[in-house]
């Protein structure tokens, strides 16, 4: 997208998914970490379906971008149509709810991935708290 190359999406893009933004789900974990739930399971996701055709058509508003979706043959290996999670469970049991919407995710991410060096540029050098000194004599 990025290139003016479009998205391809395998089918007719009515496939869809319940996308959860990562600080929600890091923020579930703590929830659960913090919560007298031993051993209890539970669906973290924003609680929103969302068709891959329109988070293709989302991605390409988060980066600005102005080119059509395609679609190719439906792969045959996907057979599950609907991937929507319950989130009672977390809601009731964790207080957690997801608070950032997909659209305000996929901006971050897009700034996110924006903020990276491109491929084949040197990383900047990280710090390391455990520099090796030499040994004492």
């Known amino acids: 997208i990025e290139r003016g190359l479009p998205p391809i999406i395998f089918g007719d893009g009515v496939q869809s998914m319940d996308f959860v933004y990562v600080d929600d789900v890091a923020r579930a ?3 659960a970490a913090e919560a007298d739930a031993p051993g209890e399971v539970f669906n973290i996701a924003s609680g929103v379906e969302t068709s891959l055709a329109a988070l ?9 971008a102005s080119v059509a979706v395609e679609h190719g043959p439906e792969r045959k290996f996907t057979a599950v149509p609907r991937r ?9 049991r964790l207080g957690f709810e997801a608070s950032v919407p997909l659209a305000d995710g996929l ?3 897009v700034a996110w991935w924006r903020a990276q060096p491109a491929p084949g540029r040197a990383r900047p050098r990280r710090s390391s708290r455990c520099a090796l000194r030499p040994a004492p004599e």
């Open 29 to 31: 974990f703590v929830l």
């Open 56 to 64: 293709a058509r989302a991605l390409i508003a988060a980066m600005g």
């Open 84 to 92: 929507w999670a319950d989130t009672r469970r977390a809601r009731e």
């Open 107 to 109: 901006a971050r991410l």
